[in-house]
C-alpha cells in the first residue's frame, strides 16, 4: 500500500523544542539518514566549566518530558521523584538534558516521520535501529548544545541500557553512570513479551502494514501491546494488594467477558490512554531496539570487556520485585565492571512494585543517586 504524507504524531500537536541536524548520520544497521531531528528539553544552566551538564535517558514508553508537564496528556512529567528543584538531579545545581529517542514519537526522528526523499511517512521504510544509534543521536545532540563531557548518565530500564552504553560507546565523554532497573542484554523472556506485543500491533486490521493514516491508528492491536507489556512492568505482589480479585463496580459475577475484575479494567484503561499518545510503529522499532541490545556480544560475550576503555564511576540499583530486569542481572554487570577495574556501587532494594518501582516514590533510591552524583561533583 503506497503511504500518506500526513503529519507525524509530533508534528500535530505540535511539539517544537527541537533540532534539526543535518545528515548523512550512520546507524549501526549500514543504513543512514539523510536528517536528523531530536526533540528534547533542558532544565538548568551549564556551568562556564561545563562540568555540570546530566544526561537523562528514558526507558520504551518515555519521553523526553522528565520534569515538565506532558503537552498531550497533561500529566507531570514523568521522574519528578528525581528530577526537579530539591531532587537528586536539580536544575539549581545541574544543566539537565532529555531527549525523546531515536525511533521515537515525540519530535526525534521515527517512523511517523516524514522521509525527505520522498515526501510521505517513513513507516516500515523506516531503518532498523539500536540502542547505540539513540545514544550516538544524543551525542549529536550534546555537540550542538556545546556539552563536551558529562558529569553523570543516568536512566532506569532502557534509559539505564542508554547510559550503560554510553560508558562503552563514548567513555572519554562520561565521568558517571546511574542504572536503574536494567540489564546488560534482553533476556529470552523478555524477547517474547516483545514479540507479543508487535505481534498484536501488526494482526491489527488497521495496521496495513504500517502505512496508516494517524487519525486512523491500530489502536486495539497497541492497546493489547501495552497491556502485556504492563504486566511485566508489575509484580504479583504488587498486583494482589492493588486489587486482588475484586470485582469491578458489581457485587457478584456478570457472566461476561465485559472488564469485571479490576485488574482488568486497570490493564484495558493503560492500554486505551497508551494509544493516545504514543506510535505503534515506533513501539515495533523500540522494542525490536532493545532486543538487539547485548553488550557483551561484540567482546565475545566477554561483558567486562566492554567496559575496558570506561574510566567512569557506576551506581547500579535493582529492586527485589522486578522480575523484569532482576538483580541477577545487576549483580552479572557488578562482576564485569569489577573484572574490568571499575568503580562501581551496588544497592538492591526492597520494594512490591516490581520494575516500576524506580519511577514511583522511592526515597531509598533518591538517596543513593543523591550521594553518588554529589560525591563525584
Not at 28 to 40: F, H, M, T, W
Not at 250 to 258: I, K, N, P, Q, T
Not at 315 to 332: C, E, G, K, N
Request: proline share 5%; glycine share 10%; charged share 20%.
Amino acid at each position: 500500500m503506497a503511504s500518506v504524507a500526513t503529519a507525524s504524531l509530533d508534528q500535530r500537536f505540535g511539539l517544537d523544542r527541537r533540532v534539526s541536524l543535518a545528515g548523512p548520520f550512520a546507524l549501526a544497521s549500514g543504513q543512514s539518514l539523510a536528517r536528523l531531528d531530536i526533540g528534547y528539553e533542558t532544565y538548568g544552566s551549564l556551568a562556564p566549566d561545563g562540568g555540570n551538564a546530566i544526561l537523562v535517558c528514558h526507558a520504551l514508553t518515555g519521553d523526553q518530558y522528565v520534569a515538565s508537564d506532558h503537552p498531550l496528556t497533561g500529566k507531570p512529567g514523568w521522574w519528578t521523584r528525581l528530577v526537579g528543584p530539591g531532587r537528586p538531579i536539580d536544575p539549581e545545581r545541574h544543566f539537565i538534558i532529555c531527549s525523546n529517542v531515536l525511533g521515537g514519537c515525540m519530535g526525534t526522528t521515527g517512523p511517523s516521520s516524514i522521509d525527505p526523499a520522498t515526501g510521505d511517512r517513513y513507516a516500515m521504510r523506516f531503518p532498523v535501529i539500536t540502542i547505540r544509534d539513540m545514544v550516538n543521536a544524543q551525542a549529536a545532540l550534546l555537540d550542538h548544545l556545546g556539552v563536551g563531557v558529562l558529569q553523570a548518565v543516568v536512566g532506569g530500564s532502557m534509559g539505564g541500557m542508554q547510559a550503560l552504553d554510553w560508558a562503552v560507546a563514548h567513555p572519554a565523554r562520561v565521568r558517571s553512570v546511574v542504572g536503574i532497573a536494567t540489564a546488560a542484554r534482553h533476556s529470552a523472556q523478555n524477547i517474547a513479551f516483545h514479540e507479543v506485543g508487535r505481534q498484536a500491533i501488526m494482526a491489527d486490521p488497521m495496521w496495513r502494514a504500517g502505512d496508516y493514516a494517524p487519525d486512523a491508528p491500530p489502536a486495539a492491536g497497541l492497546a493489547v501491546a501495552r497491556m502485556a507489556a504492563h504486566i511485566t512492568y508489575l509484580s504479583e505482589e504488587g498486583l494482589t494488594a492493588k486489587f486482588g480479585r475484586r470485582l469491578q463496580d458489581r457485587a457478584g459475577l456478570g457472566f461476561s467477558f465485559d472488564a469485571e475484575f479490576q485488574v482488568e479494567s486497570y490493564l484495558r484503561h493503560q492500554g486505551l490512554s497508551f494509544t493516545q499518545r504514543f506510535d505503534a510503529n515506533s513501539y515495533l522499532y523500540i522494542t525490536r531496539a532493545l532486543d538487539y541490545f547485548d553488550l557483551a556480544a561484540a567482546h565475545d560475550g566477554q561483558l567486562a570487556r566492554a567496559f575496558a576503555g570506561s574510566r567512569a564511576r557506576f551506581a547500579l540499583v535493582s529492586f527485589t520485585s522486578d522480575w523484569l530486569y532482576p538483580t541477577s542481572q545487576a549483580r552479572r554487570l557488578v562482576r564485569a565492571l569489577n573484572a574490568a577495574g571499575a568503580a562501581v556501587s551496588f544497592c538492591e532494594l526492597e520494594s512490591p512494585f516490581g520494575h516500576d518501582a524506580f519511577l514511583l516514590e522511592a526515597p531509598e533510591m533518591n538517596r543513593v543517586v543523591d550521594g553518588f552524583l554529589r560525591a563525584g561533583a
